[in-house]
């Protein structure tokens, strides 16, 4: 059966830049992410650069990713960081009692991890310890990192064989401080993030964007609470500045039922729309925050950070529960797609967001068996997206779309966004019918434009996945497209993602 959606882009009616932050991306000290992921040490035999597989390094590089947060989530709240530094073989190791209760080695540490930004060419999110960390001990991993004279941490550093120092440009101020970061109330630790953000210093050229750990899902309380002590506060302030410059949440995806409850494959049809349901809540999520961060920061000077977001599914069967290894399929590059119309909407305020994570670990971009790699059906999104990445929004409407009844509400079928960069524009769409195609009309008004490129991402079925020395079953295929006085006509197949790459005149 096919269905039919009509929708109009202004090409002439530019918004607000999309921070290319938001394809950021999230390595933490959990199961297969860093040690047998990122990190296969110099002795491998898998082709690695100072220990660090390059298979995963290229195929990173080719999604332009702007960041990549280290080293955790709830495992940064236990991090200790001159555990990581020195001789490898001196380093003490340590219980990773979040993730597997295994024992962690500290092989992998600060300077492999910013050897690690610096293969893929992109910036550093470094997650401070404020759980069970000191301030001190936070000042000082600051100093060592960033700071460039004869201070006593800049000087450890040289020691330990880095001359110049590094730029880290995102600093987290613990995470999730409502649950495994400390289980504070919000106001306890409004007023400690305050404490740790003072003392993360600016060194010489290096500016950090301090950000707060936020608030789990729509807990607009804590939005409200952080917004307010940041805001409120005389003598909070360094310079002009806030003294944290963003605040974060987390938001996971699943089909309702919470996380980790179902498979990743072989879910029913009612699983799979409960589940894109599920993940356009985002857009709900966004808009309440939001909401209480314009009402104290009207100027938008504070970012919302999405520094946690994917689909968390049951780990994948003979897999140790704690290392979170899941399988990915059509439908989480749906989520994907969902996810990022929602953060190119809200460009104006939504400064950062970071897919959980990127190397064998929830929501993946590449999953590893041995000295195989697969890219997931979510690698290509960001692949196809990438394009969006610090260009300006484009007014984009949708006038006519199916839509599909779930839990007692109406699920619009199609999601779209539009950006302009460089006389080009991208329009991505995200097709939720599970077994429909969509014949769709596009009215681009405002400049004249013809199709440099369209390209399709869909399987056989909504649970297709790619398997290691398989042929990949999702990857991206030629869309065809016909553009005719101002009329972009394309046929969508079922559960499917598309990008259509113009150039403008
Ligand atoms: O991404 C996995 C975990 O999910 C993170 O460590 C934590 O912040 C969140 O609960």
Redesign the pocket.
């Known amino acids: 059966m096919t269905a039919s959606a009509r929708a109009v882009i202004d090409l002439d009616v530019t918004g607000h830049r999309i921070n290319r932050h938001i394809y950021g991306h999230?390595a933490?000290h959990?199961g297969r992410c860093i040690y047998d992921g990122f990190w296969v040490g110099e002795d491998s035999p898998i082709p690695n650069e100072r220990g660090i597989r390059l298979d995963i390094v290229d195929a990173l590089r080719a999604l332009d990713i702007p960041n990549l947060r280290w080293p955790?989530?709830?495992?940064?709240d236990t991090y200790h960081w001159k555990d990581g530094i020195g001789p490898r073989e001196s380093r003490p190791a340590i219980a990773n009692t979040?993730?597997g209760d295994v024992v962690e080695n500290n092989h992998f540490g600060t300077h492999e991890f910013m050897d690690l930004c610096d293969l893929l060419g992109t910036d550093a999110y470094v997650n401070g310890n404020l759980g069970s960390g000191t301030v001190q001990e936070m000042a000082d991993w600051v100093e060592y990192l960033t700071r460039d004279d004869d201070s006593p941490m800049a000087r450890l550093r040289r020691e330990n064989g880095r001359d110049e120092p590094w730029k880290v440009p995102f600093w987290g101020l613990g995470?999730?401080a409502w649950?495994?970061?400390g289980n504070m109330s919000a106001g306890h630790y409004a007023a400690e993030a305050r404490r740790y953000a003072t003392f993360c210093r600016d060194h010489g050229g290096n500016t950090l964007t301090r950000i707060a750990a936020g608030a789990n899902e729509g807990d607009l309380e804590w939005t409200r609470t952080l917004m307010k002590s940041v805001t409120e506060c005389a003598g909070c302030t360094m310079g002009a500045e806030p003294v944290y410059q963003a605040i974060s949440f987390?938001f996971?995806t699943h089909s309702g039922t919470g996380i980790n409850t179902e498979d990743a494959a072989g879910f029913t049809t009612e699983q799979y729309y409960a589940t894109l349901a599920y993940a356009s809540e985002i857009e709900r999520l966004i808009r309440g925050h939001v909401a209480v961060m314009d009402s104290y920061d009207p100027d938008g000077r504070i970012g919302l950070v999405c520094d946690?977001w994917g689909t968390?599914w049951n780990v994948e069967e003979g897999t140790n529960p704690g290392f979170?290894f899941q399988q990915n399929t059509v439908r989480d590059a749906l989520v994907a797609g969902i996810h990022f119309d929602a953060f190119h909407r809200h460009a104006r305020r939504i400064s950062m967001a970071n897919i959980?994570?990127t190397v064998n670990?929830?929501q993946a971009m590449v999953l590893t068996d041995g000295d195989r790699l697969v890219l997931t059906p979510t690698y290509h999104v960001f692949e196809m997206n990438k394009g969006h990445q610090d260009a300006s929004q484009l007014s984009a409407h949708l006038l006519e779309a199916p839509a599909a009844p779930v839990a007692g509400a109406e699920l619009p079928l199609l999601s779209m966004s539009a950006s302009t960069k460089d006389a080009g524009a991208l329009i991505s769409l995200t097709h939720l019918a599970v077994d429909e195609t969509l014949d769709v009309s596009i009215d681009l008004r405002g400049r004249g434009a013809h199709v440099r490129r369209a390209r399709v991402l869909t399987g056989d079925a909504p649970d297709a996945f790619n398997a290691p020395g398989e042929d990949a079953r999702v990857a991206p295929t030629p869309l065809e497209t016909t553009l005719e006085g101002g009329v972009l006509r394309l046929q969508m197949p079922p559960h499917s993602f598309a990008t259509i790459e113009l150039d403008l005149s």
């Open positions: 999230f933490e959990l955790g989530g709830c495992f940064a979040h993730w995470n999730e649950g495994c970061g987390h996971y946690e968390w979170l959980a994570q670990v929830l």
